[in-house]
């Protein structure tokens, strides 16, 4: 129930308002395009790249381990659009697996 902040009098709904009989009206529309307002809040989304690549495509990397000259990588897009992507190869032959950094 809401009273009339003029004259104390109850408020009475009428087409999506409330009017008081001296002739306040209270717009409820903007009341809740407020309270929506208020609940829309941005929500971060993380996204994890490459979380569930297993095999990237190949490239001339020479292994650290083993020495072969093969490997495929995939790209680990760090949080901050500042930093460039972190690379983690993978050794085709002995499966060793190592980061480079730009
Ligand atoms: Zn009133
Ligand atoms: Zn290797």
Redesign the pocket.
Known sequence: MEF?P??G?MLLPKEGKLQ???G?VKDLSDNNAYEVSKKVEAEETVKMMGEDVDVGPVTNETCPECGHDKATYKLLQTRSADEAPTRIFTCTKCKHTWRAYD
Do not use: K, L, T, W
């Open positions: 009339c003029d004259c009098a008081c009989s001296c306040y």
